[in-house]
């Protein structure tokens, strides 16, 4: 088949996500393998978003292939009553890497459901209800997971799960509560308003405050460390669990292992794992969670549930996959690359007056574009279809070869952790010659 013939039989009896199906205007895929995939007729993209910025360690790693393959041979599923090697062996791997203090993991399919699993531990454990989560952020798309992220993405199947409490952003390029304060003020000034908002819920009803360990498709918007450092003893004043979500900024996409060992006091009671956890290859997500909750769960059965949880093949799969992260270095790559990118993004941004902000760590950043960096009004508005400049920018990016996320404003920068200069330098290049069309509408600064 070929591009045109692949997108009408997908599109004629298959449905996708999150748009119009009229809207749908894919790009195919037929071969991928390191940071480039081709589409049916032979045109190659560089992944600059490590498809749904997941597959970190790239496409076709033959040592995870050849381990996927291995475990489907021996034994291809067994039901999670049943202890088998591949969970005993990534259940270990995870509580090696994971911060101190976490030791035991339950296995979900995606990052979703572990979100899920993670609040129903959370309002378990604490016998509490609520889970206090961020306005600009995402979680994933099952009802609790969806209304726990305050990301436009849940409106249309609102209302929700009523137990959710979201609080405000740290922000400082957009929030009113930072303006006239450097970040640091504004991070205090925010956590002293989320302590309000605790109180005026009831901490005592409160289980779990539940965050991005850096915050990623909703705009890779994150607090330094007075913002960290103040949720963590508002936790700890109040009793409340810190459920640390790390399905996107996991497994060295931040030049870390995980976003939140950015900030070495804060310590977790559930860490929230999918996507790089297996780099995509094929489902997984879990929650590692401390030992006094583990402990709890020894003397109290556990309610929840999945056919799939601790698929042997998913877990093969991951710990294949941290075997790759660990040989071939990804985690310090993506800090070094990470540096590059950063420099490469900032130049741009120097030349191109449509560059309001550059922001984000590693291998997580973006631009977010503007009509006039002196208003800072959004080249394309928030949770709006995009604006003509932003889709003649996305056109040229997709023309020049580059595969990415472009949302609203923002072009995200999120490429697999594999990724060597000269790659960076090309996409950084496209990147150049697509902005150029975004200045044109955007007036000098
Ligand atoms: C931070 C975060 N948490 C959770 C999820 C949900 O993961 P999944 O799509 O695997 O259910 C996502 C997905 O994009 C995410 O970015």
Redesign the pocket.
């Known amino acids: 088949m070929n591009h045109d013939e692949l997108v009408r039989r997908n599109k004629a009896h298959t449905l996708t996500s999150w748009t119009a199906q009229d809207d749908w205007n894919p790009l195919s895929m037929v071969k991928a393998e390191g940071v480039y995939f081709w589409d049916a007729d032979g045109k190659r993209y560089l992944d600059w978003s490590s498809q749904?910025?997941?597959v970190n360690i790239g496409h076709a790693n033959p040592h995870v292939i050849q381990a996927i393959q291995d475990q489907v041979a021996r034994l291809s599923y067994a039901y999670p009553g049943i202890a088998t090697e591949p969970r005993a062996v990534l259940g270990e791997m995870l509580a090696e890497i994971t911060p101190p203090g976490l030791e035991r993991t339950f296995f979900t399919?995606?990052?979703?459901?572990?979100?899920e699993t993670a609040m129903k531990m959370a309002r378990q454990f604490t016998g509490r209800q609520k889970v206090v989560t961020r306005y600009r952020?995402?979680?994933?798309?099952?009802f609790g997971?969806m209304s726990a992220?305050g990301d436009p993405r849940r409106l249309a199947n609102e209302p929700g799960v009523p137990w959710i409490v979201r609080v405000h952003d740290p922000y400082p390029y957009r929030s009113p509560l930072y303006r006239g304060r450097t970040a640091e003020e504004g991070d205090q000034a925010l956590v002293d308003q989320v302590a309000e908002t605790l109180d005026f819920e009831g901490p005592q009803n409160i289980a779990a405050i539940l965050l991005?360990g850096y915050?990623?498709?909703s705009g890779v918007i994150q607090g330094g460390e007075v913002f960290w450092n103040g949720i963590q003893s508002l936790c700890r004043q109040h009793g409340i669990l810190l459920i640390i979500?790390?399905?996107?900024?996991g497994f060295g996409r931040t030049g870390e292992w995980f976003g939140i060992n950015h900030y070495p006091n804060v310590e977790p009671d559930m860490l929230?794992l999918?996507?790089g956890l297996t780099s995509g290859y094929v489902?997984l997500?879990a929650v590692v969670v401390s030992e006094e909750i583990s402990a709890y769960f020894d003397r109290h059965t556990l309610w929840t549930g999945l056919t799939y949880s601790a698929h042997p093949v998913g877990c093969a799969a991951g710990i294949a996959n941290l075997e790759v992260y660990r040989t071939e270095n990804l985690i310090t790559r993506a800090r070094q690359s990470g540096k590059l990118l950063h420099a490469g993004l900032v130049d741009l941004a120097e030349r191109h007056p449509s560059v309001g902000d550059v922001r984000g760590i590693g291998l997580l950043q973006l631009l977010e574009l503007v009509a006039s960096r002196e208003s800072r009004e959004p080249l394309s508005a928030f949770n709006q279809p995009l604006s003509e400049p932003m889709k003649a920018l996305a056109a040229s990016l997709r023309a020049q070869g580059l595969s990415t996320f472009v949302r609203w404003n923002m072009i995200f920068c999120t490429p697999p952790l594999i990724i060597d200069e000269p790659q960076l330098r090309d996409g950084i290049k496209i990147l150049d010659e697509a902005l150029a069309i975004a200045d044109s509408y955007a007036a000098e600064a």
């Open positions: 749904l910025f997941n399919l995606g990052g979703a459901d572990a979100i952020a995402f979680h994933g798309a099952t997971a992220g991005e915050s990623g498709s979500d790390e399905v996107l900024s929230v999918a996507k489902p997500g």
